[in-house]
């Protein structure tokens, strides 16, 4: 499906919007718009917070395009009254206006009385000038974050000041008719987001399923008719029989790392040697370093060069670092949060490590328990048993695994080529919608009424 262009256009003098529509009026926000946030200094600190109340509603209750309003905190009523100016109401535009620049949601099913935390404005027509949902889908168009994008402020937190908001410009066609162009695009773009979400679920399922594939060939092996035996742990279950159970620390030398002092620049200025923080171990493999020491770090400090073929573990974090097995494909030194597992090559294969290691993420992070935070230590990993098939069975486990990701990966790579290319598709259409390159005022929707092409025009 197409839609043509507006019969005549003229010129916006902003060049994000370009030409609109000869009877759309040219406006901003601080002509159409009240906008209120709540001064900084009457920003509510985490010790305010009460069960009961008044909803206090923050930027991380955004969700799916609404408020969640069973995660919100509350306030006093004090608190409440104290600033009438941001006491919501249903059918208010929020946009959060600290951080992340930008969420915005429709306050729908206001559920009581609600007020706002710092870091959001609330926005409502001053006149019956703009539907707010129009507003809400000016507000998701590029005409929104290219301006954001030209006029945020900060370089730790990212900031959007209220007067810089309020001038931003956009074209405002009759009442009517931007009540169309939301109900065209809460139709077309509910489609596209319903595609998304297929798809964010099929990576999920992949996943999953990874995480299967290589639990199973490490802990069960390839041939489904061998002997099993009981482990003896409680996360491997049963193993093949003719596997032995010996501890880490017989088939690798297990060592920690530390941070050179950065009040030292002798130890970190124009430095060559890869330093490796837990923050990498993000990745499956590391390839590359953030930050780099010096010979001289690595001579005077306590720290060692790791040989490539490494598995690097988190030792410690609240989140997820604590746990994660990374292979390491470069020499690296390490922190002190790390600890590295390096093979004797005679008895272990360094891919086969890692697949181990990777797949009892969950069972290993358990077994590093502190009284003020969960940590591992190099003891602790050192009597992991492993199970260990003979180095011919590993390397035909290793070579199954590493097809089987390749699937796994191609498959991620497409989906994730798709969810780009909707988001993209998603984007145009709608800025093509508000600011006129489009005209849908004849759309009708239909159930089986496909996402529109955007019409070559509108390109």
């Known amino acids: 499906m197409s839609f043509p262009a507006y019969p005549a256009y003229k010129t916006s003098g902003v060049e994000w919007l370009g030409e609109v529509p000869i009877d759309w009026a040219l406006s901003k926000v601080k002509y159409d718009s009240y906008v209120k946030a709540r001064v900084g200094w009457h920003g509510l600190k985490s010790d305010e917070f009460t069960d009961v109340g008044p909803y206090l509603v923050t930027g991380s209750d955004f969700k799916n395009r609404a408020v969640e309003w069973a995660s919100c905190y509350h306030c006093t009523n004090e608190r409440f009254e104290q600033d009438k100016y941001i006491q919501l109401q249903e059918g208010d535009l929020l946009i959060t206006k600290d951080g992340t620049i930008g969420k915005l949601i429709l306050v729908e099913g206001l559920p009581g009385k609600a007020t706002l935390n710092s870091g959001i404005f609330v926005v409502r027509p ?91 060939a490490v802990t069960k092996g390839l041939d489904p008719t061998v002997p099993m035996k009981d482990s003896g742990v409680e996360w491997l279950g049963e193993v093949p029989a003719h596997w032995p159970l010996p501890k880490l620390g017989h088939l690798a030398r297990v060592l920690n790392g530390s941070t050179p002092s950065r009040e030292n620049m002798d ?55 604590r746990g994660l097995a990374a292979l390491l494909n470069i020499e690296a030194t390490i922190n002190q949060n790390v600890c590295a597992v390096v093979p004797d090559k005679e008895k272990v294969l360094s891919g086969y490590l890692h697949l181990y290691l990777h797949c009892i993420y969950e069972p290993l992070r358990d077994f590093g328990r502190g ?35 390749n699937e796994f990966d191609a498959l991620e790579d497409y989906s994730q080529r798709s969810i780009g290319l909707m988001q993209e598709r998603r984007s145009a259409l709608i800025s093509a919608a508000v600011t006129g390159k489009i005209d849908v005022r004849g759309w009708q929707s239909s159930a089986r009424a496909p996402s529109p092409e955007l019409a070559q025009e509108a390109v």
Not at 185 to 210: F, N, S, V, W
Not at 384 to 400: A, D, G, W
């Open 371 to 405: 009284a003020n935070q969960a940590a591992l230590n190099c003891e602790l990993v050192s009597v992991l048993r492993i199970p260990l098939p003979c180095m011919e069975e590993q390397s035909r486990i290793v070579k199954y695994i590493e097809s089987k990701l």
């Open 267 to 321: 130890y970190w200025s124009d430095g060559d040697i890869p330093w490796v923080a837990s923050g990498s171990l993000n990745d499956y493999r590391i390839d590359m370093a953030s930050e780099f020491i010096t010979k001289k770090a690595l001579k005077e400090c306590s720290v060692e060069l790791i040989p490539s073929g490494a598995i690097l573990v988190g030792l410690v974090g609240q989140g997820k670092t």
């Open 126 to 216: 001053l006149r019956q000038k703009y539907s707010t949902r129009f507003y809400f889908w000016i507000m998701q168009s590029s005409v929104f974050h290219e301006f954001i994008g030209l006029n945020k402020t900060g370089s730790t937190i990212i900031h959007l000041y209220q007067e810089t908001f309020e001038s931003l410009p956009y074209a405002l066609p009759p009442l009517a008719e931007q009540i169309e162009i939301a109900r065209f695009l809460d139709h077309e773009t509910a489609g596209i987001d319903a595609l998304i979400e297929e798809q964010q679920r099929l990576i999920e399922l992949l996943k999953k399923k990874r995480q299967a594939e290589i639990s199973h």
